[in-house]
């Protein structure tokens, strides 16, 4: 079973985890109706994907 030498201390360890930090999510406008959405996902709004209407709803 493996246990660890010497403690490790809490700078070692925080230094170990600083690139264990979460990233915005990266978010883009719908081009069709310029709302705030995920990027490669269908728009909340008006149902558009990459120039198609994929829920059949809102026809302009």
Known sequence: ???PRNRV???RKNSRRAHHAQK???IVACPKCSV???PH???SSCG???GRNLLG???E
């Open 57 to 59: 709803e809102n026809e």
């Open 1 to 3: 079973m493996a246990v």
């Open 24 to 26: 915005p999510k990266n």
């Open 9 to 11: 201390s809490n700078a």
């Open 48 to 50: 558009h994907y990459k």
């Open 41 to 43: 996902a269908a728009c």
């Open 36 to 38: 705030a959405k995920l």
